[in-house]
């Protein structure tokens, strides 16, 4: 996460780059992307044919490529973009490209320090790297690519034994297993998905299919001797290490903790759990009847109910909860067990405030966009917004926007919604 406390949390509007003179400067300018400080803004722009670079704050890059994919900005406000030159593709960081090519790189995320992490394509061979170094084994087939929270750490679902189109035989003989920092674990299944990281990462855990029907979670390596009807994503307790997994037991969902369950199985889903930081409580997202969602926690779901529950997200002391609810095209907030009254075109992850007291959502409503706190929304909406952030203190709310040509950078009072 981004030191927020060295922003300016000095209250008011500031505009910060007219974006709409771009689209004079350039043949077409594409998404715009919003700095974590609200300090800048970029695109990627096209000059002419096959000559593109990225637009920051009005400036451009001085090098051209054939063309840049997935540009983000880091924490720590560098621009990135995956580059093609020559057919061949790099990163670029403000500019700046690694000096290695690849057949093609992909999923770039980021480290707490800075790092960045991306898969790899080379000769036709997959694998990962951190800041340019990449595995020394490379695989013919890797997937669910993963990093660990200290931003050196990877791991990725590897195929280790070849198989011909339609080798039946061999695949339910076992041709996957995780590859952790390029190293393979020893033993192969049939199918292996989502890697996760402990806390210290120190350890991985995935789901296993061991047979057509069979399911169970493997660690380092090692399965769990339970075996179950499927299973979903685990994750480790921040605070214990306890690896906990949502499994299908008589064809209901529970939650199993190396492998007993502390849930009893009784849901027609339950996934996407999480743990508060302090990992005394558990949280994830179940469905008490087939069609009917909402969130749980230790085990007890919510009264109310939505065809679709996405985006979990709990308070750093652990003791609030908020997500999404869905109802064919409209969304609405959900957060401690209520809802709140607004009804929107489309909504985005709550965020909560540092002390846990408040929480805020980028919506769009009749093709605007705006931020909403406690359910109470701001005073003006935006042809585009980003996700809000909270000041360290709790008392403000950072709000990124673009209207009218111009991108804002809005520091609201709490007060003011």
Known sequence: MPDASTWDWN??????QDTGSWSDKFEWVEEFHASPDGEKVGAVVHKSDLEFTACVNGETWEEDYDRIFYPKFAPDGRFTGVAQQMGEWTLSVDGKHWPENYGYIWKTTFGPEGSIICAVQNDME??????????????????????????????????????????????????????????????????CYTPVFDAKCEKVA???????????????GKIWQREYQCVWAPCFNPATGALVAPVRLGGKWGMAQDEELIWNNTFANCWHQQFSADGSKLYAIVAPTFGSFTVAADGKPWS?????????????????????????????????????SGVYEMAWKPVFSPDSSKVAAK????????????????????????????????????IRAIDDGKFIRIVAEVSEF
């Open 11 to 16: 209250p008011g509007r500031r505009e910060i």
């Open 126 to 191: 997959y694998g990962m790297g951190v800041d340019g170094v990449l595995w020394e084994n490379f695989f013919e087939n890797a997937n669910n690519f993963t990093a660990g929270n200290d931003g050196k750490s990877t791991a990725a679902v590897v195929q280790v034994k070849p198989m011909g189109q339609a080798d039946i035989e061999t695949f339910q003989k076992g041709i996957y297993s995780v590859a952790v920092n390029g190293t393979v674990w020893d033993d192969v299944f049939m199918n």
């Open 206 to 220: 995935c789901q296993v299919r061991k047979t057509l029907y069979d399911y169970t979670i493997a660690v380092d």
């Open 304 to 340: 109310i109910t939505a065809p679709v529950v996405i985006d979990l997200a709990v308070s750093p002391d652990g003791n609030r909860a908020a997500a999404l609810g869905k109802d064919d095209k409209a969304y609405t907030v959900m957060c401690d067990g209520k809802v709140w």
């Open 363 to 398: 919506v769009e409503k009749n093709g605007r966009y705006t931020v909403v706190l406690d359910g109470k929304p701001y005073g003006q909406d935006f042809d585009q917004c980003w996700e809000p952030v909270f000041s360290p203190d709790s008392s403000k709310v950072l």
